[in-house]
């Protein structure tokens, strides 16, 4: 029997983080302009409230957007504190006789919108991890490359390789984690690491990722998500509501990275179970130090 639950999950995903994003702007610059305009008293200390629960988040999101963060804290902590603190002064406004709107964005946007996001949107935890297991052999597949030439998964076999799936350009996240592995390509071409970055996206915004670049990585698309299926990294519906105008498939794929070694088999693993934590560097270049790929 099918789990109804999990198959409209991707959907409500989608729809809940844009609809967050708007709600999220609406109201902080509805409280910004209420607590400009309003005069000192308990209606001003309301705003003040619902500001800082919106604001503090909607600026995590501007933070995020800015793609120079390719990871975040699992919990983020302060940004839950500063929109429970701001929904605790609304509320107590609200109880002195203050209007209730700036509660509701404090308490329902701000601060469960919050709660929502980091404990429900950001994580997956019931992704595939046995395809993946260390020691497997790869599972075959056949991606595209910007130039639309096809690269079979058997063709990994002798060389060591740094295989990363990323979201698309609309991910900044992604962005940010291919800037950091660009910076340090020369390191891993010293060790005789190829890179390959793999994408549901289309070519079109591929052959636009790749010029940004002068590291000889290979950016590679993955036509249908048909990659990410057999490898159990598929992620149907995971686009943000919207971004189909952009070009954008509503598919996508858990953010996952993968050192495969000359045998094809899969010496190490990130299975991350949260998008906003992903491995440094660091982390997969003392792997291969450490295992002598």
Request: glycine share 10%.
């Amino acid at each position: 029997m099918r789990d109804d639950t999990r198959l409209r999950e991707p959907g409500m995903k989608s729809r809940f983080i844009t609809l967050l994003l708007l709600a999220l702007a609406a109201s902080s610059v509805h409280a910004l302009i209420a607590l400009a305009g309003g005069e000192a008293g308990i209606d001003r200390l309301a705003w003040a409230g619902s500001l800082l629960a919106t604001g503090s988040f909607m600026g995590f999101f501007v933070w995020l957007m800015r793609g120079k963060a390719a990871r975040t804290s699992a919990g983020l902590h302060a940004i839950l504190a500063l929109t429970g603190i701001g929904a605790a002064i609304a509320l107590l406004a609200a109880l002195r006789g203050g209007p209730m709107l700036p509660l509701f964005y404090a308490l329902v946007i701000g601060l469960d919108g919050c709660i929502a996001y980091v404990y429900w949107y950001s994580r997956f935890p019931d992704r595939d991890r046995t395809t993946l297991a260390v020691g497997n052999p790869l599972p075959s597949f056949t991606l595209k490359s910007a130039d639309g030439s096809l690269i079979d998964s058997a063709s990994l076999v002798g060389k060591t390789t740094l295989l990363l799936f990323y979201r698309g350009n609309w991910c900044p996240l992604c962005m940010a984690q291919i800037q950091e592995i660009a910076a340090r390509y020369r390191e891993l071409a010293q060790r005789g690491v190829q890179v390959l970055l793999v994408s549901p996206q289309s070519q079109k915004h591929t052959q636009e990722l790749s010029a940004r670049f002068d590291a000889p990585m290979q950016f590679l698309v993955d036509a249908d998500n048909a990659a990410a299926r057999a490898l159990g990294i598929d992620a149907p519906g995971g686009l943000p509501m919207g971004l189909q105008a952009m070009g954008y498939d509503s598919d996508s794929v858990l953010p996952t990275v993968l050192l495969i070694d000359r045998e094809g088999r899969i010496a190490w693993n990130h299975l991350t179970d949260n998008y906003r934590v992903r491995p440094e560097p660091d982390t997969f270049i003392a792997v291969i130090d450490q295992l002598g790929l």
